[in-house]
Nanobody, 119 residues
């Protein structure tokens, strides 16, 4: 059974940092591209960052470029999202997403971790 478990969310002041972790199990992690998304109340789910299965390429939404960094550790079946210079508008539920690099029907979501940016 595939599981993606996010952690690292919480309450942080504007300008602060958080590091989110997504731990994967039940899949061959090195074969999966990983992404982070977020969804704020009343808003559509938003793509934030993606990384290829081998970790060699990344891409970011304009809203987080230069502030967020995605990384992947295939040895530990883990993907990270380092978030710096957080703003109140970054408040949302953050989820990780896995998609097989070739078998694109194989895709999975985590349950999410809440990030609240407030003074």
């Amino acid at each position: 059974q595939v599981q993606l478990v996010e952690s690292g969310g919480g309450l942080v002041q504007p300008g602060g940092s958080l590091r989110l972790t997504c731990a994967a199990s039940g899949l061959t992690f090195s074969m999966y591209a990983m992404s982070w998304y977020r969804q704020a109340p009343g808003k559509e789910r938003e793509f934030l960052a993606g990384i290829t299965s081998g970790g060699g390429q990344t891409n970011y939404a304009d809203s987080v470029k230069g502030r967020f960094t995605i990384s992947k550790d295939n040895a530990k079946n883990t993907v990270f999202l380092q978030m710096n210079s957080l703003k109140p508008e970054d408040t949302a539920l953050y989820s990780c997403y896995a998609m097989h690099q070739r078998l694109t029907d194989l895709k999975y979501w985590g349950q999410g971790t809440q990030v609240t940016v407030s003074s």
